[in-house]
């Protein structure tokens, strides 16, 4: 049993003796043999008097400035606790000043509300949401078991359909083998009964020059004519088997496609009830009137694409092999020649801030690390054209295939293939097959194509899945003609509309918002936004770029 728990007080150091004494400077309990071990501690001035003339009971804490002194005052201002000394050297003049006593019991009130919010609220809450986890965990493995025996029963239904064609095809063969080896055989026969003639022949023909009898040389009928009227060849033309060549693509799309994983961070996917009101920063509104706040001139004869280096710097890509950054004041600060000396297609910058352009005469995507160009992509059968770059520093590369009868999104991480966009849900083709395709990622993760070729905008989610499509707003005059697109920070959708000089602005559901059409677009083409949500426009044919605010 604890000694402290009968009517005896023990020394709060050796805790065997009776307690005799107190240091009201540690608020320590001691006694008589460890009171001088106590006092041995000499960087504090301590004060030891008999317990039963101790002065206070409350633990006041030590002054960090004089530390022979207690803190019996809290400065409101400081945040501190202090001491009288602390007072009257003026530091704390004008601060409000309390006890910290009362102090003490304030915030104990406050620690009591929070001891019960943690017990009664906070810790049974997480408890839940763990509880729900351990159901979600439980919920995916029997998911990912269905989707296994699925995957397998489709394997075992696509080796049954190879199994029956096989075995089919080796009936035919054996069918086939069949009757070419007849009419050899029946050939053959003939063969053989042509030959024994011809020795019977040899034989009387022998039989008759030995022979003295004048009667049988006369008499002989030749059948050399007979034997020189050779009968028919077989002739075979034999079959041959012409395996197609398996296309990947379609046959993984032909099998079925599994959705990609997608797993993303919800803020505020827990909610706890609570009594009070949350507020949340205003979202950035449009501006009535867009307006034109600076025009970069560049030395570009035509103007396709545009990128945010940062807020003050631009790459442009005109019709040719240099790629050019500019600063606002039309400062022309750097050019890049492609590797190959052919013109790029489209440039992006990474997250780190590094230039990526694709290459279609050669088939590459490239990169530009100081100043050094190097391939970070090489195909085969199909070729680069339009590129973005997402939050996540992987790179998004529309193509179309050689024979430009298909047309791709991929998604890469380096050179390595993380994800191929094709196909809707019904393994029909999401894109067309012209390669005008300019492509950004918006701030929901989802991928935004303007496809040119077929008019619309394509959008798909982080899996790859349909989400719509945009074919322009009933009010325009000229059918929709999808050029450059580009996402801000409000998730919102911008792209050109080249045969209405204009650029529509859509919500991330592809609700029409509005046009920008006031600012005097003449040929606009490229689009991409700053972090301030500025909108930078290429004028194809103006040799310059727009910087418009619209928020």
């Known amino acids: 049993m604890d000694p402290r728990a009968q009517d005896i007080l023990l020394c709060d150091l050796c805790q065997t003796a009776a307690l005799q004494s107190h240091c009201e400077l540690c608020h320590v309990n001691l006694c008589i043999?460890?009171?001088?071990?106590?006092?041995?501690?000499?960087?504090?001035?301590?004060?030891?008097?008999?317990?039963?003339?101790?002065?206070?009971?409350?633990?006041?804490?030590?002054?960090?400035?004089?530390?022979?002194k207690h803190c019996e005052l809290y400065c409101e201002k400081c945040d501190i606790p202090i001491c009288l000394i602390c007072i009257s050297s003026g530091k704390h003049k004008g601060h409000d000043i309390s006890d910290i006593r009362q102090k003490r019991n304030y915030k104990a009130k406050d620690l009591q509300e929070e001891l019960q919010e943690l017990e009664n609220r906070i810790d049974p809450f997480y408890k839940e949401i763990k509880?729900?986890?351990?159901?979600?965990?439980?919920?995916?493995?029997?998911?990912?078991?269905?989707?296994?025996?699925?995957?397998?029963?489709?394997?075992?239904?696509?080796?049954?359909?190879?199994?029956?064609?096989?075995?089919?095809?080796?009936?035919?063969?054996?069918?086939?083998?069949?009757k070419h080896l007849d009419a050899l055989n029946k050939q053959e026969k003939e063969i053989e009964k042509i030959i024994s003639d011809v020795n019977q022949s040899i034989l009387d023909l022998?039989?008759?020059?030995?022979?003295?009898?004048?009667?049988?040389?006369?008499?002989?009928k030749s059948r050399n004519a007979q034997f020189k009227c050779f009968p028919p060849k077989v002739k075979v033309s034999l079959p041959s088997f012409s395996p197609?060549?398996?296309?990947?693509?379609?046959?993984?799309?032909?099998?079925g496609s599994l959705s990609a994983l997608s797993i993303t961070m919800e803020e505020g996917g827990y909610t706890m009830i609570t009594t009070e009101a949350v507020s949340c920063?205003?979202?950035?509104?449009?501006?009535?009137?867009?307006?034109?706040?600076?025009?970069?001139?560049?030395?570009?004869?035509?103007?396709?694409?545009?990128?945010?280096?940062?807020?003050?710097?631009?790459?442009t890509r005109g019709e040719d092999k240099i790629m050019k950054l500019y600063n606002l004041?039309?400062?022309?600060?750097?050019?890049?020649?492609?590797?190959?000396?052919?013109e790029p297609c489209d440039m992006a910058v990474t997250t780190t801030g590094d230039?990526?352009?694709?290459?279609?005469?050669?088939?590459?995507?490239?990169?530009?690390?100081?100043?050094?160009?190097?391939?970070?992509?090489?195909?085969?059968?199909?070729?680069?054209?339009?590129?973005?770059?997402?939050?996540?520093?992987?790179?998004?590369?529309?193509?179309?295939?050689?024979?430009?009868?298909?047309?791709?999104?991929?998604?890469?991480?380096?050179?390595?293939?993380?994800?191929?966009?094709q196909f809707d849900s019904e393994s029909k083709p999401l894109y067309s097959?012209?390669?005008?395709?300019?492509?950004?990622?918006?701030?929901?993760?989802?991928?935004?194509?303007?496809?040119?070729?077929?008019?619309?905008?394509?959008?798909?989610?982080?899996?790859?899945?349909?989400?719509?499509?945009?074919?322009?707003?009933?009010?325009?005059?000229?059918?929709?003609?999808?050029?450059?697109?580009?996402?801000?920070?409000?998730?919102?959708?911008?792209?050109?509309?080249?045969?209405?000089?204009?650029?529509?602005?859509l919500d991330q559901d592809g609700q029409f918002l509005r046009y920008i059409d006031n600012c005097n677009l003449q040929n606009p083409w490229g689009l991409c936004v700053d972090t301030r949500d500025n909108l930078f426009v290429a004028e194809r044919s103006e040799k310059k770029v727009m910087k418009i605010k619209y928020m």
Request: net charge positive.
């Open 433 to 505: 097959f012209n390669h005008i395709k300019y492509i950004s990622e918006n701030r929901n993760l989802d991928i935004c194509v303007a496809d040119h070729g077929s008019g619309e905008l394509v959008v798909v989610n982080q899996a790859g899945k349909l989400r719509f499509k945009y074919i322009g707003h009933p009010c325009i005059f000229n059918s929709f003609n999808p050029v450059g697109i580009t996402t801000d920070s409000q998730s919102q959708i911008l792209t050109v509309d080249l045969r209405n000089k204009c650029i529509h602005i």
């Open 329 to 342: 004041q039309s400062r022309l600060l750097k050019s890049i020649q492609t590797k190959s000396g052919k």
């Open 355 to 421: 230039l990526v352009y694709t290459d279609p005469n050669t088939r590459t995507v490239n990169i530009v690390k100081n100043k050094r160009i190097q391939e970070v992509i090489k195909l085969q059968g199909w070729k680069p054209y339009y590129v973005c770059s997402t939050s996540s520093n992987d790179i998004l590369v529309t193509m179309v295939s050689d024979d430009y009868r298909q047309s791709k999104v991929v998604r890469y991480s380096g050179s390595t293939v993380k994800q191929t966009i």
């Open 33 to 68: 043999g460890c009171v001088g071990k106590h006092l041995s501690d000499s960087s504090k001035r301590h004060k030891v008097v008999l317990y039963n003339y101790r002065t206070s009971t409350h633990n006041y804490p030590t002054c960090t400035i004089h530390t022979e």
């Open 206 to 220: 022998k039989k008759i020059l030995d022979s003295s009898d004048v009667s049988l040389k006369p008499a002989y």
């Open 244 to 255: 197609f060549h398996i296309n990947t693509d379609q046959l993984h799309a032909m099998f």
């Open 281 to 315: 920063p205003p979202a950035k509104t449009l501006l009535v009137e867009p307006e034109i706040t600076t025009i970069i001139r560049t030395f570009s004869l035509f103007l396709y694409s545009v990128t945010c280096q940062s807020d003050e710097e631009i790459w």
């Open 131 to 178: 509880s729900e986890l351990n159901s979600e965990k439980i919920s995916a493995e029997i998911h990912y078991e269905k989707l296994t025996t699925a995957v397998a029963k489709q394997g075992e239904d696509w080796h049954k359909e190879i199994n029956t064609i096989v075995k089919k095809q080796k009936s035919e063969i054996d069918e086939m083998k069949s």
